[in-house]
């Protein structure tokens, strides 16, 4: 089946980068979210992104014109999945509402239509039997920033058909990344070992080892890592590495995956990581600064 016509769901950081390669893939693109104000944002980041690319003399005027056009905002979500031959959703990593909008997309899309999640870390089966047509359910999970980053993690389940597969991975070929399959398995592959790089990165800056940025240097030079753990933990968002990690550490039964104190403290005091202006790092000044931890 070809794509024609994308829908995404949810406008934060990650559905609005998804939004932006399918518009810039060729298709008419909706992005739906369920606040205004999100979604405002959501299409003011897109914008900026395409205008710094003029500015960098990377994109030109006229491409950031015909991938406008191809980009539609959308505060209903029944109007906005309408026909389209592809949903991503892309809402924060919440079980029950993922599992309310894969009900919902179950009954207000095409039957031919193919689902994906970005979810990271959830059971791809799970969200996909919320559906009721769990063949047409994929994991498709993206990397932050998705403008940027080359790979599309596809998660199949059991019930996930070939044609499935092939029209998602067709998918991510002309949205320009590279994609690897692997088996539903809690924190699939990428955040099963990113994550727990990132706590252990944590529990050394948390013990003393290192400041921030040497441990960061040390796996960027030392292992060619494009960018060190705790750096990479602030962009992603520490309440997202938390979060992954409880639900590897409760799918596991096993406390290895725990959240280090330090983690859920900056979480619970509000700093994200570059969303929130400060995390690990502090981010107002645009790049990753030391700054004193709680």
Not at 62 to 67: D, P
Not at 110 to 127: F, M, P, R, V, Y
Not at 167 to 186: C, H, N, Q, R
């Amino acid at each position: 089946m070809g794509i024609k016509t994308v829908a995404v769901i949810g406008a934060g950081t990650m559905g609005a980068g998804i939004a932006q390669v399918c518009a810039q893939a060729g298709w008419k693109t909706n992005l739906y979210d369920a606040f205004p104000e999100g979604l405002e944002k959501g299409m003011a980041t897109i914008d900026k992104f395409w205008d710094k690319g003029i500015a960098r003399g990377k994109t030109t005027s006229e491409q950031k014109s015909e991938w406008g056009a191809n980009l539609h905002a959308f505060t209903e979500m029944k109007e906005a999945v309408k026909n389209v031959d592809l949903v991503i959703e892309a809402v924060p990593e919440i079980p029950e509402l993922k599992h309310k909008i894969f009900s919902d997309l179950g009954n207000m899309t095409k039957a031919d239509c193919i689902l994906g999640t970005n979810t990271s870390s959830l059971s791809i089966a799970d969200i996909a039997a919320a559906s009721g047509r769990p063949e047409k359910v994929i994991g498709m999970h993206f990397f932050n920033p998705v403008p940027i980053m080359k790979l599309l993690e596809l998660v199949k389940h059991d019930s996930c058909s070939e044609e499935t597969i092939q029209t998602a991975t067709a998918a991510g070929e002309a949205m320009g990344k590279t994609t690897i399959l692997v088996k539903d398995v809690p924190g699939f592959a990428t955040s099963r070992l990113g994550v727990v790089l990132g706590n252990e990165a944590v529990r050394m800056l948390a013990d003393g080892v290192a400041s921030a940025k040497d441990i960061d240097t040390a796996m960027v030079l030392g292992y060619k890592h494009p960018m060190g753990p705790l750096a990479l933990s602030d962009l992603v968002g520490l309440d997202v590495r938390r979060d992954i990690l409880l639900n590897l550490k409760k799918s596991f039964n096993d406390d290895s995956y725990t959240p280090h104190p330090l983690l859920e403290k900056l979480v619970a005091e509000g700093r994200l990581g570059k969303k929130s202006g400060k995390g690990i790092y502090d981010w107002s000044s645009g790049s990753a600064e030391e700054t004193e931890l709680p």
